[in-house]
């Protein structure tokens, strides 16, 4: 709050103020006052009112200067009300007052929504593993009609692959109620991935490189297992047809990090999209050409890293490779 700012806002009644001592003097003037006594009454006047204009700004400059430090501070700003005491005057009781009913109502609301989404999310996950028996069903079929095994399975492996999407995606916003932080092995983690999708990488006779992925890393297991999934998808999907898939995995082990470097020769990403293709639902140019592309799926893996803590970059050479970078720090307070 600041001085020029404060009789900017009371300059109307100045000027009425003003307006009425002038008429006072002439009265006293008129009645033929004496000069001392006049000027007596307007000293006295005009210290009454600055003093009281005075400890007015004080007493409000303090409360609103207050008030701006708190909102600076807070990260939450609507807890704002909760960060300083009473104002001592009833303009600002009244501020306080609606700071705190427009909170509440606030809170009220946040929770309702809250309600609603986790009912929502509690359906989706109930789909899911109500679409996943049929799946189950579908697959036992193929088993048992070798002729049609190959074709059905990659369709349905890339069906289960859409609702687990649906399933991760909807646990994703609130998926630290569903971390279990422990050593994992990123060779049993990456094979369980490979396995999974052994009936694609074998239709387009796929190669898959691995190098130095005995080794074990911070994390959760199933979300790790996830963000290959994903990677290896993309791989699949955006292959090259004139050359053969090969889809190398390695990692790197460093006094403070594990980096794990997984890299495809696919069709790559044209420079333009590649700052963008960790935003929800992009999909650039390679998307635009599959219409089978969400977008959704390197945004999911993001999100998932970044509440991991765990780091992710991409580069990539138009028709030529594509690598995506993880690291993941390391922590003995884990494993003791």
């Not at 007596?40 to 009112?49: D, E, F, K």
């Not at 509440?104 to 789909?127: G, L, P, Q, T």
């Not at 002729?147 to 692959?161: C, F, H, S, T, W």
Request: aromatic share 12%.
């Amino acid at each position: 709050m600041t001085l020029s700012g404060f009789i900017k806002d009371r300059i109307l009644g100045y000027v009425i103020r003003i307006t009425a001592l002038v008429m006072i003097v002439i009265f006293m003037f008129a009645f033929k006052l004496q000069v001392q006594a006049i000027t007596a009454v307007i000293t006295v006047l005009v210290i009454a009112v600055v003093s009281f204009e005075a400890w007015e700004y004080c007493r409000k400059k303090n409360f609103y200067n207050r008030v701006m430090k708190a909102l600076e501070d807070i990260d939450k700003k609507y807890l704002v009300s909760e960060m300083f005491d009473k104002p001592g005057f009833y303009e600002g009781d009244i501020l306080v007052e609606v700071l705190n009913e427009s909170n509440k109502s606030m809170a009220e609301n946040v929770a309702k929504y809250r309600r609603k989404s986790k009912e929502f999310r509690e359906y989706i996950e109930m789909w899911v593993h109500e679409a996943k028996l049929p799946l189950a069903t579908m697959r036992l079929m193929c088993h048992n009609n070798p002729g049609i095994e190959n074709k059905m399975a990659v369709q349905l492996g890339r069906i289960d692959d859409y609702i687990e999407n649906v399933l991760y995606y909807a646990r994703s916003e609130n998926a630290e109620q569903d971390y279990v932080i422990k050593e994992v092995s990123l060779k049993k983690t990456f094979g369980n991935v490979a396995v999974k999708n052994r009936e694609t990488l074998q239709m387009i006779d796929a190669v898959i490189e691995t190098d130095g992925l005995d080794i074990g890393v911070m994390t959760d297991g199933k979300w790790l297992e996830f963000i290959f999934g994903q990677l290896m998808a993309n791989s699949i999907k955006y292959y090259s047809p004139e050359r053969q898939l090969i889809i190398s995995v390695r990692a790197e082990k460093t006094d403070d990090r594990i980096t794990v470097y997984f890299r495809d020769n696919g069709i790559g990403i044209d420079a333009a999209d590649l700052p963008k293709v960790f935003e929800k639902s992009f999909t650039g140019q390679n998307g635009r050409k599959d219409s089978k592309s969400t977008g959704m799926g390197l945004y999911i893996v993001k999100n998932l890293c970044e509440r991991l803590e765990h780091g992710i970059t991409i580069e990539s050479v138009k028709d030529e490779y594509t690598e995506v970078k993880l690291v993941f720090t390391k922590n003995d307070f884990y494993r003791m």
